[in-house]
């Protein structure tokens, strides 16, 4: 029995972005269908289940792949924008961030220096500001 399973998924494609993400939403669906009682919030959760098994256990894996960075393109600015504001977020108690007034550049300062004179690695301005 475990050398056909073995077997059947042999070449398979797998989860990937672009799979936990529409499982994401075949859950979202069902919660809204939960709270809500309209049936078409069930018919897309199906619909993205379906979908997420179908690309899972496909074996055109090029096709799979390339879908997959299709999706990855299409989000990679809104993936860029979270991982830049959970990197700040995890740095708050060692770091402030400031604007440089002039270019609007994002400038990283230790915290605990007191007022310090900060020069703007862009535009070469420097602004005053507590640490």
Same mark, same amino acid.
């Given at each position: 029995m475990r050398e056909k399973f073995m077997r059947f998924m042999q070449?398979?494609?797998g989860?990937?972005?672009?799979?936990?993400?529409?499982?994401g939403v075949a859950i979202a669906a069902m919660l809204l269908m939960m709270f809500t009682r309209l049936s078409a919030f069930n018919l897309i959760a199906?619909?993205?289940i379906?979908?997420?098994y179908f690309r899972m256990l496909s074996k055109n894996i090029t096709k799979r792949y390339q879908e997959n960075q299709a999706y990855l393109r299409c989000t990679g600015r809104f993936r860029f924008w979270f991982g830049k504001k959970?990197?700040?977020?995890?740095?708050? *108690?060692t770091h402030h961030f400031y604007r440089c007034? *002039?270019?609007?550049?994002?400038?990283?300062?230790?915290?605990?220096k007191g007022r310090i004179a900060i020069r703007c690695p *862009?535009?070469?301005?420097?602004?005053? *500001?507590?640490s």
């Open positions: 070449g398979r494609y989860a990937d972005s672009l799979s936990r993400f529409l499982m199906l619909a993205a379906v979908l997420v959970k990197s700040e977020f995890s740095q708050r *108690k007034p *002039k270019c609007r550049q994002r400038v990283r300062v230790p915290r605990g *862009k535009c070469g301005q420097e602004f005053i *500001k507590n």
